[in-house]
Structure formats: C-alpha cells, structure tokens
C-alpha cells in the first residue's frame, strides 16, 4: 500500500473597527472576500503549499475537511468536481489521490483505487509538465501503485528543481525502501518528517521506514502520531495492528481492528483480520464466527471462504471445511484469477478434508483441477499422488 499536516498558528491583524452603526454592502462584501482568502490560505499551508488558484475554495476547503473526517467517498466526489472546474490544481489533485489511496487500503475490494489514483495524477503530470506539485503527486501515487523506479525519476526531478518539497521528498524515500535500501528510505522519511507540511504522509513513511529496519516500537510511535492526527482514517489502524503483531502485542492489535469497527461497523477487512488473528490465538469458535461474518457481507470473497475453510478444517469439522473451500476454489475459476495468482490451499485442503471423509469423487476433482492448473510453468506449488491416483480411490479413478 501514503495528511493531518500540523494545523498552522496563523495569527491575523485585527480589522480595524469602524465608526459606523451598520455594514455597508462594500464592507460586508469585503468580510466575505476575505473571509475565502483566509479559508484558502489556510488549505494551502495545510497541505503542500501549492500556488494553484482554485476555482471555487469552499469546494476544496469541504473536500479537504471531508477527508479529514475519513468520509473518503465524499472527499473522492468533491475533489473530482473541483478538478474538472480546475485541472491545473494541484491541490485538487492532491486531495482526490489522497482520498483515492487511502481508501484503496480501507476495505478488501479497493485496490482498483490505488491505479485510479496513479491514472488521473499521470493525466495532469502531461499536461502541466512544469508545475513541481503535480509531478510530486504524481511521483507519490507512482510509488503507491507499486512503480517505485518510475517514482523516484520523477520525484528526483522535483527535488532537483525543489529541494523543499516535502511529498516527493516522502515518495523518494518510500521508493528507496521498496527497492531494499531502508536506511537511505529512513533518512528521506526522517527529513521529510521535519517539516509542518504532508505530516500525514511523512509520519506514514517513516513507520514504514522503521518497520522495515525492524524497530518496530518507533515504527508504532510513528503511526500513532499519524493517528492521532487522523483518528478517522481506517488504514491507519490496519497499519498500527500489524505493527503490534510484529512485537507480539495481539492486544494491541485486536484493539486497532475494533476501532476500524467502530468508524466502519460493516469493514469486511477488520472481520478477516480478526478472524485470522483469532485463529493464531487458537481461538477457533471465535475465528469462525468472524470468518462467517466475512463471507455474510462479501459472499463473492474467496479469501474469505479460504480463510473460513482453514478454520473449519483446523477444528475438525471437514464436511464444513470442504464446502467453504469448494467455495473458495470455485470462485476464483469464476472470476478469472489468472492461475499464478490463485491460493492453492482451497484445493489442497479441500481434497484433504474428502479423503478424511472418504469422499473420492470430491477428493479427485479437486486433485484434477489442481493438476490442470499446475501444468503452468508459473506454478510453484506440488500435490502429488502415485501414478495410480490417491490411496483408496484407484477404483474411483479408473471410472473417471
């Protein structure tokens, strides 16, 4: 799978009190005027200082305070109508693949988000080769859609230009760590982190910079101040758990995926993660349950039918396992995953929950279909029986 920035102390000069018992049109027009200048010149300290006009600065200032809030949908549909007035505005821009990004991380089915994001910033980066806040964007969504040489390029040119820009220097170090280099990504994060702007992003980096150095309590201390910036933004505590798993704290952990339940009561992806979670804890009445709930709300999820699968299995119930992952199998065919993609154990464990259970037509269609896939040179994984076919079910395979 990356903006509280610090809220600025502006400070202004007291207007100047008039004399008059009543406004006149001119004044009361003046206050309204200044009053969006205000509206703007905060928006733009808070994020990147992008010198873009606007079009229409309440429009930016609502779909800047609708991502505050986390209501990613709205600050998605806002910021595309102010980029359609404007599309020369970075901050628009900025606004629109931040919202598109995050959600990508909130819920199982968004990754399309993440190349939506990467699309629209790759559209304005042509058009306005010049304008360094568009290509930081752009450089910083490249990142984010898993294209970390592409991103540092770009990012390197804005920094050549401007060395203060503090979202390409963040997607600078995020490409660096990508590619193995942690320390030179941690100093980048580190820098970034020193200025009031993108401290969103910056304190998201440098968690992941220290995670990847593997000081894992700094890496919390970062993602806890990014959460205390944003305590609405889902991924962020997605983010916190998986830091906890990596010390062992499956409190920790279990705490941050209620807390995605409680700004999200339907997240499928905090009910998988509890269940998975559930399941290490060897707690498996408590893994099903969430398990269950999974594939309740997202019944075309094959990983959650796998998930669900793995937990009837490990409990003993196998006519149970071998319908959730005849499910999970069965899925993935129907939605064309491509064959080196596809999560093998649905038909491994399948075919063991129909031998345990004596079933051989079960246990040969399964074997079958995973033979076929497994004719891809792309496939790395083995189930293999004697030339006869499985112990107990050669009379099975001679009639197929």
Known sequence: MRVQRSHSRLTFRKQRRRRSGCFSFAVLSGLLIGAAFISWNWLGRQMSGVSAPAANPNLLATAFQAFERGELDNAVNLSRQLLAQTPDSADALAVLTRALIYRSYADYNRAADRQAARQLAAEAAERYASNRNIQAVYAYTLQVAGQPVEAAKVAQKVLDAD??????????????GSVGSFE?????????????????????????SYSDMGDYASAIEAIERAIRLHPRLIPLYFERALYAMQIGDADAATAAY?????????????????????????????????????????????DGWYQLGLEHFLKGDFQAAQTALRRCSSLQVMQNVPVSERRFACWYLQ??????????????????????????????????????????????????
């Open 258 to 302: 209620f807390q995605v339940l409680v700004v999200d009561p339907n997240n499928v992806k905090a009910r998988l993660r509890l269940c998975e979670l559930s399941s290490l804890l060897r707690e498996h009445d408590a893994a099903v349950k969430y398990c269950s709930e999974v594939t309740e709300r997202a019944p075309s999820f094959a």
């Open 184 to 208: 030179i990504a941690l100093r980048e994060s580190q820098e970034a982190a020193k200025t009031p702007t993108w401290q969103l992003e910056s304190q998201r980096a440098l968690a992941i």
């Open 351 to 400: 075919g063991q929950a129909a031998e345990i259970l004596g079933d051989c037509p079960g246990l040969l269609a399964a074997y079958n279909e995973f033979r076929a896939m497994a004719a891809d040179p792309a496939v790395q994984e083995t189930w293999t029986y004697p030339p006869e076919g499985p112990p107990g079910c050669t009379a099975a395979a001679a009639g197929t």
């Open 163 to 176: 060395p203060q820009n503090t979202l390409a220097r963040i997607a600078m170090g995020l490409a660096y």
